[in-house]
């Protein structure tokens, strides 16, 4: 194994010691800390899972960065807010790795609940931190019925992005809320979760980016959009 290849998987086994593992005593951890926790699925699955085949993507104007595949508008780069997403969290989570910001627990919290997010399992964390007089504001708003199924609605989702402002909050129930408990087991057993994890892990642990737009030093979309 070259030196910085040795040196990168040394960062990601400090990683994995640092963070609060996933497991049945999860739900007693305060929710930074769960947050923190669901980083374990990628950094467990670059340390010891399989290795997933990645197809490389050339720097081609007129394709996705991410995905390499799709039409790109004049003002981004990418086909869609999830490979947006994706690839500013590979990205940021390499720098991380590099410049040792990645140990730092506020950085580790903000990585885990956007990690939460891409794989499907909504914004637990900000959920969390919604005052009880805007939480009771938007049930009361709703006459105490879920926005989906107009069942009782007995807790919180975002509307689209992850602002707590009342505008952008709605009343469901538990079963139709988009938004689950940090490494719930109806989010973790899905094939999203599998598919999304499986590919950052593989670009994450890639000594070289895989991806024109995986590298914080290198990487420039608008010169990508210039051609």
């Given amino acids: 194994m070259s030196g910085p290849a040795l040196a990168f998987r040394d960062a990601l086994t400090r990683l994995s010691s640092?963070?609060?593992?996933?497991?049945?005593?999860?739900?007693?951890?305060?929710?930074?800390?769960?947050?923190?926790?669901?980083?374990?699925?990628?950094?467990?699955?670059?340390?010891?899972?399989?290795?997933?085949?990645?197809?490389?993507?050339?720097?081609?104007?007129?394709?996705?960065?991410?995905?390499?595949?799709?039409?790109?508008?004049?003002?981004?780069?990418?086909?869609?807010?999830e490979c947006r997403e994706t690839a500013s969290f590979v990205r940021q989570f390499r720098s991380g790795l590099s410049e040792g910001s990645i140990f730092e627990p506020d950085?580790?919290?903000?990585?885990?609940?956007?990690?939460?997010?891409?794989?499907?399992?909504?914004?637990?964390?900000?959920?969390?931190?919604?005052?009880p007089k805007d939480w009771a504001k938007v049930l009361d708003r709703q006459g105490g019925k879920c926005a989906t199924c107009e069942g009782i609605a007995t807790t919180?989702?975002?509307?689209?992005?992850?602002?707590?402002?009342?505008?952008?909050?709605?009343?469901?129930?538990?079963?139709?809320?988009?938004?689950?408990?940090?490494?719930?087991?109806?989010?973790v057993n899905t094939e999203l979760f599998q598919r999304k994890i499986s590919e950052i892990a593989a670009r994450v642990g890639a000594v070289e980016p895989m991806r024109p737009c995986d590298q914080a030093e290198t990487w420039d979309w608008r010169a990508y959009l210039r051609g």
């Fill in 18 to 81: 640092a963070l609060p593992s996933v497991d049945e005593n999860l739900a007693d951890l305060d929710i930074e800390s769960q947050a923190r926790a669901v980083l374990r699925y990628v950094v467990h699955q670059v340390l010891y899972g399989s290795p997933r085949e990645v197809n490389l993507v050339a720097l081609e104007t007129g394709k996705c960065p991410n995905c390499g595949v799709g039409a790109i508008c004049k003002r981004s780069p990418y086909c869609g807010d």
């Fill in 107 to 131: 950085r580790q919290v903000a990585f885990g609940q956007n990690l939460w997010y891409m794989v499907g399992g909504g914004r637990p964390l900000r959920r969390a931190l919604i005052p």
């Fill in 156 to 187: 919180i989702d975002h509307i689209d992005t992850a602002c707590n402002r009342t505008i952008n909050l709605i009343g469901v129930c538990d079963p139709c809320s988009k938004t689950k408990p940090f490494a719930e087991a109806t989010v």
